[in-house]
């Protein structure tokens, strides 16, 4: 999405692992923690922006701790955003560490934002975001949350579209089909819905539902969209074999709705699926 209001942007993956991570821990050859070199790797490449935006989950908030603190010694007045899970569930930590945390969805709000920055404005009242000025902490409210209609009119998910990937002792390359293969396999992972009505004490749902009930409902891109997603997926990677959906709550989705994405799915995408996170509502042999 950034992307696509602000061309110019570079976007980049640090992954975490691939598929032969497990393996590789098992035997002691690494593929834990990035070390001191890498994070001075990652620094660098961020640190050529004037605008640095960060995502991760809370298992790697303490990299992100890192990375940010290597990237103001390497540039003092580059400004940084923390997004994505942890800075939802925990701002508290990722304000401490970060000039901007965006504390809800963040596609409109960083639009919003962004306006702002560039042209000079007071872009501390933006929506949806906490901001560290003067020693004090501006707490904005969140947006609503965004409609089926504003997901539908979302740009496509960047799949090898001129990203960057970092390769641990390495350096960071433009990304191809190969780091795909390298890192999952030939499936292609993605998400359709949003939302869970669970307070399952393990997941960060139930903080969103803290901050916004609305996040019990679910809410989803048309079956039209998700399966031109796909099929634009395939395209590009036409050995792909397996789609997983990694939803909360995929087959609580409404019957007709399902139904829909069926019917379409067997007759334009024609390979396996897999569900990773679902609410066993509809299950039938067929």
């Given amino acids: 999405y ?3 209001i602000h061309p110019d942007a570079k976007v980049a993956y640090v992954p975490t692992g691939n598929s032969y991570s497990y393996i590789a821990r098992l035997t002691g050859k690494g593929a834990g923690d990035l070390t ?71 596609e409109f709000a960083f639009k919003t934002f962004l306006e702002l920055f560039k042209n000079g404005k007071d872009y501390t009242t933006a929506p949806s975001f906490w901001f560290r000025k003067d020693n004090n902490i501006i707490k904005n409210r969140n947006l609503p949350l965004m409609t089926p209609k504003d997901m539908d009119e979302l740009p496509p998910l960047l799949y090898e579209d001129e990203e960057f990937i970092y390769y641990r002792g390495k350096d960071f390359k433009k990304i191809n089909s190969n780091d795909f293969i390298n890192f999952t396999g030939l499936s292609y992972n993605t998400v359709w819905s949003i939302g869970c009505p669970l307070h399952c004490t393990y997941c960060g749902n139930t903080k969103f539902i803290e901050y ?41 989705l409404r019957y007709e709705v399902l139904e829909e994405f069926c019917k379409l799915w067997k007759a334009e995408i024609k390979i396996p699926f897999a569900i990773y996170g679902l609410i066993p509502t509809y299950v039938r042999e067929d």
Wanted: net charge neutral; aromatic share 8%; glycine share 6%.
């Fill in 2 to 4: 950034v992307k696509s």
């Fill in 212 to 252: 916004d009930n609305a996040y019990r409902r679910l809410r989803h891109s048309s079956p039209r969209t998700i399966i031109e997603e796909i099929k634009r997926t395939k395209f590009k990677h036409p050995y792909l074999s397996t789609v997983i959906f990694h939803d909360d709550s995929f087959l609580a």
């Fill in 36 to 106: 001191e070199n890498d994070i001075n790797k990652v620094a660098q490449f961020l640190a050529e922006g004037d605008l640095v935006g960060l995502s991760s989950m809370t298992q790697y908030s303490p990299t992100v701790h890192k990375i940010i603190a290597a990237v103001r010694q390497l540039s003092p007045n580059a400004y940084i955003v923390w997004g994505g899970i942890h800075a939802i569930i925990n701002p508290e930590d990722a304000i401490k560490h970060a000039d901007a945390v965006c504390t809800g969805e963040g």
